[in-house]
């Protein structure tokens, strides 16, 4: 199983509106990680998460707040964004951190800010 | 720093043809070298690996062959279907511990 679980799958929200991105990985991995995705471009690395511990921060805004509550959640927390954060929100999660082992994704959640 | 170059699209095909989608890479050391697809709407998926010199990834018909004297890691398959449409990705891991992509190619395969 290499399933990567995220919530909502769509999302659209209000600049004052406070929000959480769900991702779930029940294979044991040890490192998870958040990228954004404008249509039409690659992911760009937002966080990374290694045995539950943030790793790198890619000088995201503090409006995007990452929490991993234990070893198979990653959160997302979203408050007062901006309409050009619309965009797709990819999960990742790998066995160890990357340059060890590869990258599996989630489906994304869709986020638009209104 | 670490980079990917991949051939600009979007690269249109009928419905048996071969495919070529070439990627080079720039990295010190030794990456591991990876191909994504992402179908539309979907999220991204794993579609191969090489993690050393002369490695050859395949999976659903795609190859690619890990070319260090080259740099390269071009993807191939010997005969595209319509459900082989996609954007594919060209991605390295190296000593940063970041996976990074090329721009995507967006193939579009006609019946």
């Known amino acids: 199983d290499t399933e990567v679980t995220q919530t909502p799958k769509h999302l659209v929200m209000g600049m004052t509106n406070k929000k959480s991105l769900k991702c779930e990985q029940h294979m044991g991995h040890r490192a998870m990680y958040w990228y954004k995705q404008k249509a039409k471009k690659p992911p760009e690395l937002m966080f990374v998460y290694s045995y539950e511990k943030l790793s790198i921060n890619e000088s995201v805004p503090s409006r995007f707040s990452p929490e991993c509550p234990n070893s198979s959640l990653l959160n997302l927390h979203l408050h007062a964004l901006q309409p050009e954060d619309s965009a797709l929100y990819l999960c990742?999660?790998?066995?160890?951190?990357?340059?060890?082992?590869?990258?599996?994704f989630g489906q994304g959640t869709r986020l638009t800010v209104v | 720093g670490d980079s990917v170059t991949q051939m600009e699209g979007p690269v249109t095909l009928s419905e048996e043809a071969f495919l070529t989608i070439n990627c080079t890479y720039t990295?010190?050391?030794?990456?591991?070298l990876f191909w994504y697809v992402q179908y539309p709407g979907e999220g991204l998926q794993l579609l191969l690996k090489a993690t050393k010199a002369d490695d050859k990834g395949s999976n659903k018909g795609f190859e690619a062959t890990y070319r260090k004297e080259t740099t390269s890691f071009h993807l191939e398959k010997g005969s595209v279907q319509v459900s082989d449409s996609a954007v594919y990705f060209c991605a390295l891991t190296g000593n940063t511990g970041k996976l990074i992509f090329g721009q995507g190619t967006t193939l579009q395969v006609k019946p």
């Open positions: 990742a999660s790998s066995q160890q951190p990357l340059g060890v082992s590869e990258a599996f």
């Open positions: 990295a010190t050391g030794y990456p591991s």
